[in-house]
Structures are given as C-alpha cells and as structure tokens.
C-alpha cells in the first residue's frame, strides 16, 4: 500500500523572491499570482524565510501611527516591519518548512499548529524543492472508491495474513469504509479497523462490523507497573 507523502502533493513550481526584492514588487507578485505569500531564497536558492499578506498589511496597519512605547515589544516589531523596503526586511524567519518524505498528515498537523497557510518544501541542503498549501492537502481526499478499496485491500491482508481468518469484506463509499466479518481476536479486530484508518483516501469514517473469536484484551493490554525493592 502506498503511503503519501509531501512530494505527491506538493507544487514543485514556485513562485519565489530574493531578499533584495522591493515591497512594491512583492505585492504585485501575490496579487498577479492569486497567492498569499512567497519564500525568499538566497543565491543558493536556501531558504532563508517568508513574506505572507500579513507581513505586507504591516504598512497599513501602522500607517500614521507614532513610535510604540517602551514595553510595546511586539508591536515594535511589527512596526519596523511596516518601515520595510524589501522582502528581506518583510520576511518571517526563520521558515517552518518540510521535507518531501514528510507524511500529509505531519503537513496537515503543522499547518494547523503554526497557523500558516503553506509551507515550503525543502532538500537535505535547505533549498526550495517545492510548495504545499492547505488544499494540495486535500488532494488525498479525491482518490476515486477503486483506488482506495485497492489500499485497503492490502492493508487488510496484511493484518490478518497470519491468522486463519475468514476473508473480511471490504465496501467503500466516497470516503466511507465498512469492514464485515470475522476474525479471530479481538487485537485483531481492533488494529484492523486502525491500520485501515491510515489509508490515504480514507477521510470519513471506519464503520467496524468485524466480528472475533477470542476475547484477548486483557491479554495485550498492559498491566500495572511492578516495581521491586
């Protein structure tokens, strides 16, 4: 079964800027593209960090405004933002940033966690490969009931290759799968229904009619700790 990673979504053509590159320039850029912020690289094409929609509202935010005082930490960093000239000066660095081998799901977690819309995708050296945003993520959803019954197919001969079980039937319904039949334990039932859970395309639900044999809960579940004097 095919896992996903970031390189199966991602969008390899970016749309990027140098340090150097004027504010003005920079703002036409994301309007013309229709996109909300851009990586600044180095000669090196290393990335060094990003300027987003919100870096740029800084000269509107603080337009007219007079010096923050003196415990206005923060808002003193915004405001020098809003005196800023180029994307060097613009920019939020360092970059969160990903590699290409990073699972969707540790995207997705990391978009969510920094609040971020997209993150650049970067080599073993540092330097810009690619781009993922918040919909490429979406892209696993839109696997067709085939190829997703195909993954779950195998995930689910691998769980029980080693048991003596009935063949478990398989139905996919746009994002929906239902397992039914009959397994030997109760583990078995259970890391079925979570290894199937993990399958790209599988985004709504995991309806478990599976039904077992032998009760061994008890068995796998871990006991109290024993300490010895």
């Given at each position: 079964?095919?896992?996903?990673h970031?390189?199966?979504?991602?969008?390899p053509?970016?749309?990027c800027?140098?340090?150097d590159t004027?504010y003005?320039?920079?703002?036409d850029l994301?309007?013309?593209?229709?996109i909300?912020a851009?990586?600044?690289?180095d000669d090196?094409?290393?990335?060094?960090?990003v300027?987003?929609?919100?870096?740029?509202?800084?000269?509107v935010?603080?337009a007219?405004e007079?010096?923050?005082?003196?415990?206005e930490?923060?808002?003193r960093g915004?405001?020098h933002?809003?005196a800023?000239?180029t994307?060097?000066?613009?920019m939020?660095?360092?970059?969160?940033?990903?590699?290409?081998?990073?699972?969707?799901?540790?995207a997705?977690?990391?978009?969510d966690e920094?609040?971020?819309?997209?993150l650049p995708?970067?080599?073993?050296?540092?330097?810009?490969a690619?781009i993922?945003t918040r919909s490429d993520?979406?892209?696993?959803h839109?696997?067709?009931?085939?190829?997703v019954?195909?993954?779950?197919r195998?995930?689910v001969h691998e769980?029980?290759?080693a048991e003596?079980?009935?063949?478990?039937?398989?139905?996919?319904d746009?994002?929906?799968?239902t397992l039914?039949?009959?397994v030997d334990?109760?583990?078995t039932?259970?890391l079925?229904?979570?290894r199937?859970?993990l399958?790209p395309?599988?985004?709504?639900?995991?309806?478990d009619?599976?039904?077992?044999?032998?009760d061994d809960?008890?068995?796998?579940e871990?006991?109290?700790?024993?300490?010895?004097a």
């Amino acid at each position: 079964m095919k896992t996903w990673h970031v390189n199966d979504v991602m969008t390899p053509d970016v749309v990027c800027v140098g340090p150097d590159t004027p504010y003005r320039d920079v703002v036409d850029l994301l309007i013309g593209r229709r996109i909300n912020a851009v990586p600044v690289i180095d000669d090196d094409r290393r990335v060094i960090g990003v300027v987003s929609e919100s870096d740029l509202l800084r000269k509107v935010e603080f337009a007219g405004e007079g010096e923050p005082r003196w415990f206005e930490r923060r808002r003193r960093g915004q405001q020098h933002k809003a005196a800023a000239r180029t994307a060097g000066e613009l920019m939020t660095s360092p970059a969160i940033t990903l590699t290409p081998m990073a699972a969707v799901r540790t995207a997705a977690r990391l978009l969510d966690e920094s609040g971020v819309k997209q993150l650049p995708i970067v080599d073993t050296l540092g330097r810009l490969a690619g781009i993922v945003t918040r919909s490429d993520l979406l892209k696993e959803h839109l696997r067709s009931d085939d190829a997703v019954h195909a993954d779950v197919r195998a995930a689910v001969h691998e769980v029980v290759i080693a048991e003596n079980s009935p063949a478990v039937r398989i139905a996919v319904d746009r994002g929906v799968v239902t397992l039914a039949g009959q397994v030997d334990r109760w583990s078995t039932k259970v890391l079925l229904a979570r290894r199937v859970a993990l399958v790209p395309g599988v985004v709504v639900a995991v309806v478990d009619e599976v039904v077992f044999d032998f009760d061994d809960h008890r068995l796998v579940e871990p006991g109290p700790a024993l300490f010895v004097a």
